[in-house]
């Protein structure tokens, strides 16, 4: 079945810098890609999407990029506050099929 | 205003007990789920709902069922509780089966003592 792969587990990064999560799916039939931020204490929010159309995708700091051939696609956040510390989730899906997700990755921002 | 709401959000119980939680979305969403998050932070699913379609996961204890009243509801009934069913559970939903996002609810802390 699929499988959704994130790395790393834990990434610590100073304020200011960039941060960058990856993941790798295996169904080479999933073609929407999502990303999900969950702070302390609440559930995860979508923060940005991607379908398998589309190469880029930018939001103001954030950024996701697909590579279909590969088979992976990362987050980029860049000029990183110290509001963007949560736990970042990458998932995948196709038609009529649920969300296959990352195991997360705890974001540090260091002041 | 709250898109989708879940109660209770604290829950402590004793081994052996039922409860339930209660989940209710005002998107006109399509699709609800249920899903149990570890102490490592992990997503599993425990249950999708879609057009009165049931999807389960097979790995779920037939002690959790879920129950829809109508397409905005879907509450989650726990028989006997153990105390490896402490965890927090999520309530979601979404337009559709796949390509669509995913809107949760606060959570729902389960302690089972």
């Known amino acids: 079945g699929e499988n959704v792969e994130q790395h790393p587990s834990t990434l610590s990064v100073q304020e200011g810098d960039s941060a960058v999560i990856k993941c790798t799916y295996s169904?080479?039939?999933?073609?929407?890609f999502p990303w999900y931020k969950q702070e302390l204490g609440k559930g995860p929010q979508l923060i940005i999407d991607?379908?398998?159309n589309v190469g880029e995708k930018k939001d103001q700091r954030i950024a996701v990029t697909l590579n279909k051939t590969a088979k992976h696609f990362s987050l980029h956040i860049t000029e990183t506050q110290p509001e963007d510390s949560a736990v970042y989730f990458c998932a995948a899906s196709w038609s009529n099929y649920q969300l296959i997700w990352g195991a997360g990755t705890k974001l540090i921002i260091k002041p | 205003d709250t898109a989708v709401s879940q109660t209770p959000k604290y829950l402590v119980t004793q081994m052996g007990n039922d409860k339930s939680i209660k989940c209710e979305q005002n998107l006109g969403h399509d699709t609800m789920y249920w899903y149990k998050q570890d102490s490592k932070k992990f997503l599993k699913i425990m249950f999708s709902y879609n057009n009165k379609e049931l999807i389960i996961n097979e790995t779920v204890p037939n002690r959790f069922s879920p129950k829809s009243p109508d397409k905005a509801h879907l509450n989650l009934h726990i028989n006997s509780l153990e105390l490896g069913d402490s965890a927090v559970y999520f309530c979601?939903?979404?337009?559709?089966?796949?390509?669509?996002?995913?809107?949760f609810g606060s959570g729902t802390r389960l302690t089972v003592v």
């Open positions: 169904d080479s039939a999933s073609n929407y």
């Open positions: 991607i379908r398998s």
């Open positions: 979601a939903s979404s337009q559709a089966l796949g390509e669509s996002g995913y809107t």
